[in-house]
């Protein structure tokens, strides 16, 4: 059993869950649906035995405006 992160964001009628600790991501039409559909993919990701793993501590989610 491994604990993961993640990132929950809309785009478009999407929601998008991406996992901080390994490079998977889904979507579904609501925050459950992508969150599952998120663990059902991480669960398929770590089938393969070469799949890396890694540990995150503490996570900050932050949201700023630069001038571009």
Do not use: R
């Amino acid at each position: 059993m491994k604990n993961i992160k993640y990132v929950v964001y809309k785009e478009g009628k999407y929601y998008v869950s991406q996992c901080l600790n390994v490079d998977v991501s889904s979507f579904g039409e609501t925050i459950d649906e992508a969150i599952a559909s998120l663990k059902e993919a991480v669960s398929l990701y770590f089938e393969d035995e070469n799949s890396e793993y890694n540990v995150i501590g503490e996570a900050l989610l932050g949201e700023d405006v630069i001038h571009a």
